[in-house]
């Protein structure tokens, strides 16, 4: 199986979770990211938001809205919260709900295409399932 394969897999696996989490195309709610307690967190310390969006993919957002990104995979965004807070390490929370990206993306470019593809095949999945 080749590279792209499995990225096609992926894509196709995300938007299936994604139509299945959002039935008849209604939108869940988006979390509000409010900035951490100081109590839990140091302001010192960098922290990041990790969780996906209602198409399925993987956010990472700092915790003031300075930088964020999209990504396909989970350790793609941990790995940019990472790099973004180097050379230190950063804090990672992952909140239950899903939440959207409300900052430039500066993750992966071309995941707006894939963003854009995996919402049409959960179009199409919904209508065939019904």
């Known amino acids: 199986m080749t590279l792209q394969m499995c990225e096609e897999a992926a894509m196709a696996a995300i938007a299936l979770q994604a139509s299945r989490h959002c ?3 209604r939108q869940e709610a988006a979390a509000t990211l409010r900035p951490l307690d100081p109590d839990v967190v140091s302001a010192a310390i960098p922290a990041f938001f ?9 956010v990472a957002r700092e915790a003031n809205g300075r930088v964020g990104g999209l990504f396909l995979f989970k350790s793609s965004a941990v790995d ?6 180097a050379p230190a390490r950063c804090a990672l929370v992952f909140p ?3 939440f959207e990206l409300d900052v430039e993306n500066r993750g992966n470019p071309l995941i707006v295409l894939a963003e ?3 919402r049409l095949l959960a179009r199409l999945t919904t209508r065939q399932s019904t």
């Open 23 to 25: 039935p008849d195309n």
């Open 50 to 58: 990790i969780g996906r969006n209602r198409a399925g993919l993987w």
């Open 80 to 85: 940019f919260a990472n790099r973004q807070s």
């Open 96 to 98: 239950i709900e899903t």
């Open 116 to 118: 854009r593809t995996m």
